[in-house]
């Protein structure tokens, strides 16, 4: 029996009930800072561990507390990646792509709803991975889930001023590298349908028409900028865009190009005012081989 009179099993069944209750956020949380599906549930299995192991009676915001322990384990995870003898950032052709969550257009479901939730498109996660550790943090925890900078000094061990200062470089960066997509998916589709017309048919003026002027695409493989480049480089996608299947990446519009029931390629696509400005792509064999693209025939 407890100190309240209730036997430990009773006691540890409400705690793990309270930790239910905040694993959606914790996911979220998680996910914006790793994104990695895979990871993210790794750091917030960490979490109940730390959880089940401290003096639950002895916290006051439980949901406070443990998403200030998630921010901690996914800043070392942030950091073991840089020492496992991954190359610098700046040295690589592309970007680091993260793991897109993919939907059928009919819409996502409610456990996605909450993972996605404050429009966290893959653009938004592809700066994010281009963050310092410290910095992805601070603009994660303080931007997208309001927690006080006083409590994310003593994470990344700095003042509240200096973890201020990362959140706003972060901030800077997050601005100029994903901007705010249109937030009508049926314009989004229109306009990522009219690009796979273009690129099927190897209509070079079409393409360049949907384009944002500045427009961006993105991949591990390198980074093309400007309407006339990526016009190029689509125009060689006509026997993909034929097999491609529309799809919703990450909440927005989409493709899943699947070849013998495999995927790929996945783009997803930032539509602004009517053109695409961002189109990102993962393409490596090895990370969509993880991917589940049987969610798409529901």
Same mark, same amino acid.
């Given at each position: 029996m407890s100190d309240s009179g209730f036997p430990e099993r009773n006691e540890s069944e409400f705690l793990a009930e309270r930790f239910e209750s905040h694993r959606g956020h914790l996911r979220a949380v998680a996910y914006r800072m790793l994104g990695s599906l895979a990871e993210a549930d790794d750091a917030v299995q960490e979490a109940w561990l730390k959880l089940s192991r401290a003096d639950a009676s002895r916290v006051d915001n439980l949901g406070g507390w443990l998403t200030t322990v998630v921010g901690r384990v996914c800043l070392d995870m942030l950091r073991s990646r840089r020492t496992r003898g991954e190359e610098p950032l700046e040295v690589r052709p592309g970007v680091r792509m993260p793991e897109p969550v993919l939907s059928p257009v009919s819409g996502v479901d409610p456990e996605q709803e909450v993972l996605l939730a404050d429009s966290v498109g893959l653009a938004l996660l592809v700066v994010l991975e281009q963050l310092a550790p410290a910095e992805r943090l601070a603009f994660v925890l303080h931007d997208?889930?309001? =927690?006080?900078?006083?409590?994310?000094?003593?994470? =990344?061990? %700095?003042?509240? @001023?200096?973890? %201020?200062?990362? @959140?706003? %470089? @972060?901030r800077r960066r997050v601005q100029g590298g994903a901007p705010a997509p249109d937030p009508d998916l049926a314009r989004q589709r229109a306009v990522v349908d009219a690009f796979l017309a273009a690129a099927r048919d190897g209509d070079f003026d079409a393409l360049v028409a949907v384009l944002d002027p500045d427009v961006v695409a993105r991949s591990e493989g390198g980074v093309t900028a400007g309407a006339v480049a990526v016009a190029s480089g689509a125009s060689g996608f006509a026997h993909l865009a034929r097999i491609a299947q529309p799809a919703l990446?990450?909440?927005?519009?989409?493709?899943?190009?699947? @070849?013998?029931? %495999?995927?790929?390629?996945?783009?997803?696509?930032?539509?602004v005012h009517g053109r695409i400005a961002v189109i990102d792509i993962l393409n490596d064999p090895e990370r969509l081989a993880g991917l589940d693209v049987t969610v798409l025939d529901q």
């Open positions: 997208l889930f309001a =927690v006080p900078y006083e409590e994310i000094a003593p994470i =990344v061990g %700095r003042t509240p @001023a200096a973890s %201020r200062q990362l @959140a706003s %470089r @972060a990446v990450n909440g927005a519009a989409g493709v899943v190009v699947v @070849a013998e029931g %495999r995927p790929v390629g996945v783009l997803a696509f930032t539509v």
